[in-house]
């Protein structure tokens, strides 16, 4: 199987700053694209910004200008940087990894456990 474990949430004031990190642990051959979603309350989860293993990102309208994914292939990691935060970034956020177990075994998807973030007004 693999593990991902989520750190760096926590309440912040509008405008401030907060880093995420994700590491994933486990059985683990290759991971292909990996990012980080968020459920808000009240609405469905939505994506935040992914990641490729070769370095191409993707954001969503919201977040772009503001948030900065990033990873760390070497340590099975992916960072998300979020700055000029807003109250309505307040959400559960999860991470995502698209990975290999081994060559001959499909890729699947895999989640982390979620880290609220708060932003204060």
């Known amino acids: 199987q693999v593990q991902l474990v989520e750190s760096g949430g926590g309440l912040v004031q509008a405008g401030g700053s907060l880093r995420l990190s994700c590491a994933a642990s486990?059985?683990?051959?290759?991971?292909?694209?990996m990012g980080w979603y968020r459920r808000a309350p009240g609405k469905q989860r939505e994506l935040v910004a992914s990641?490729?293993?070769?370095?191409?990102?993707k954001y969503t309208d919201s977040v772009k200008g503001r948030f900065t994914v990033s990873r760390d292939n070497a340590k099975n990691t992916v960072y998300l940087l979020a700055d000029s935060l807003k109250p309505e970034d307040t959400a559960v956020y999860y991470c995502?990894?698209?990975?290999?177990?081994?060559?001959?075994?499909?890729?699947?998807?895999?989640w982390g456990q979620g880290t609220q973030v708060t932003v204060s007004s």
């Open positions: 486990g059985s683990i051959f290759r991971i292909n694209d």
């Open positions: 995502h990894a698209r990975a290999q177990r081994s060559s001959w075994i499909a890729e699947d998807d895999y």
């Open positions: 990641i490729t293993r070769g370095a191409t990102t």
